[in-house]
Nanobody, 120 residues
C-alpha cells in the first residue's frame, strides 16, 4: 500500500500565499506522476497541477502564473506553491500519485485532503 500525507493548507486573505506539501510512503517501486486536485463545495474535482517523472508539468489555466509545482524525487514529495491566492481558489486540495508498486502493477493513490480557504 501507498500512503499520501498532505500538509500546508489553511486560511489566508486574498493575495496571500500558501505552500502545500505531499509526502508519499509505503510500497513504492516507482512514482510515475504526482499532482494536486481540488474540489470546491458543489463542484467536481479538478486537476490543479501535475508533474511527471520526466519533469513534464501541467497547470489548470486559472492558476497559471500564480501556482508552481515542484517535486523532490529522492523524498517522494511534491509541493504546490500558491501565490496571489483568490477566493475562487477556496477548496479541499487533494494530493494524487500514480505509483508502480511492482514492476508491472500501478495504481492511483489519494491523500486525505487539506482545506484551503481564501477570504476576500
Amino acid at each position: 500500500q501507498v500512503q499520501l500525507v498532505e500538509s500546508g493548507g489553511g486560511l489566508v486573505q486574498a493575495g496571500g500565499t500558501l505552500r502545500l506539501t505531499c509526502v508519499a510512503s509505503g510500497s513504492i517501486f516507482r512514482i510515475i506522476a504526482m499532482g494536486w486536485y481540488r474540489q470546491a463545495p458543489g463542484k467536481q474535482r479538478e486537476l490543479v497541477s501535475s508533474i511527471n517523472a520526466g519533469g513534464g508539468i501541467d497547470y489548470l489555466d486559472s492558476v497559471k502564473g500564480r501556482f508552481t509545482i515542484t517535486r523532490d524525487n529522492a523524498k517522494n514529495t511534491v509541493y504546490l506553491q500558491m501565490n496571489n491566492l483568490k477566493p475562487e481558489d477556496t477548496a479541499v486540495y487533494y494530493c494524487n500519485a500514480r505509483v508502480y508498486t511492482t514492476v508491472v502493477t500501478w495504481d492511483d493513490y489519494w491523500g486525505q485532503g487539506t482545506q484551503v480557504t481564501v477570504s476576500s
